[in-house]
């Protein structure tokens, strides 16, 4: 069995497509077609159904698919013991990253696991944590970096970093001392993160705590992306509750004010998570294992 007809098949498995799974690895759409139908013409089975435009996978090209990964990564682990040096290993890491982590967490991470191994490409998308989480299930990535969990036996969480959320306004908003209670912002113009944020659920629970219903805020607005919601705030177009983490920088450069909240006692921990029944490349298990080790040494 060709190791590299298996990483073909496991790529058009991962994308759903023979056009894509060609882009990602550079090879022509042919090429891979011929690399599969070999496969297929080699174990005298049947690894994919044409349903529309996708491809979906057979029951044997599932159990086939399980093998590919443990046999590739076998594969990988050879040439790791083989090499002298680390450094020489290549390939890719999928991260699925919420929006705090993805601007505040992740850059320094992959800083220092790029020590080690300066060759690995990293391909990051931002979702919010919901879709981080829904990710990481469906195996479309490697690793989630998230502000919330979503409970499923399938999914291994590792605290990476505590902190908790403020009020920012505008500099042209005007409220007494450092700390405000959440009865006195109900009527300034609010702007939401949406509804599959850790932000929005962590918010939510503090409303319910103290007894006040979510349409009592005066919400104009729910916004996905945490810089754009940060500008609605410097332009004085409303207020918001956000991380510590994003806002302090703003705060010390005297573009918005930041304030803490009676009784918002409630802090959370950002999490690194992955699919304990998704078989990890070696280097997305170097990456959490890095992880893991940098915490102990913090810890």
Not at 45 to 63: A, K, W, Y
Not at 143 to 164: S, T
Request: charged fraction near 25%; glycine fraction near 6%.
């Amino acid at each position: 069995m060709d190791l590299h007809q298996l990483y073909v098949f496991t790529k058009v498995v991962e994308h759903k497509s023979f056009s894509k799974a060609a882009e990602d690895i550079f090879l022509s759409q042919s090429t891979v077609s011929s690399h599969i139908q070999g496969l297929e013409k080699m174990l005298g089975i049947r690894l994919f159904d044409r349903v529309g435009r996708e491809s979906i996978l057979t029951p044997q090209g599932e159990r086939l698919y399980q093998w590919a990964l443990k046999l590739l990564l076998i594969k990988d682990q050879a040439l790791l013991d083989l090499k002298q040096g680390m450094t020489e290993l290549r390939g890719m890491v999928k991260i699925a990253a919420s929006s705090v982590p993805g601007q505040f967490i992740i850059p320094e991470m992959v800083k220092q696991f790029r020590k080690d191994y300066p060759e690995v490409l990293f391909h990051i998308n931002q979702s919010s944590s919901k879709i981080v989480a829904e990710k990481v299930l469906n195996g479309s990535v490697d690793i989630g970096i998230l502000g919330e969990k979503y409970e499923d036996d399938k999914l291994r969480y590792i605290p990476l970093l505590k902190e908790r959320l403020v009020l920012i306004t505008s500099n042209r908003v005007e409220l007494s001392g450092g700390t405000v209670n959440i009865q006195d912002i109900v009527e300034y113009p609010f702007i939401m993160r949406n509804s599959n944020s850790g932000t929005n659920a962590i918010l939510e629970r503090f409303l319910k705590k103290n007894n006040i219903a979510k349409d009592k805020l005066n919400i104009f607005a729910y916004i996905e992306d945490g810089q754009s919601l940060i500008q609605f705030v410097m332009q004085d177009v409303g207020i918001s509750i956000i991380s510590e983490i994003a806002a302090r920088g703003y705060a010390a450069k005297d573009m918005l004010k930041m304030y803490d909240i009676n009784g918002f006692h409630d802090e959370r921990y950002f999490y690194l998570v992955y699919n304990i029944n998704k078989t990890q490349s070696l280097l997305s298990k170097l990456f959490i294992d890095s992880t893991s080790e940098d915490l102990a040494e913090k810890g």
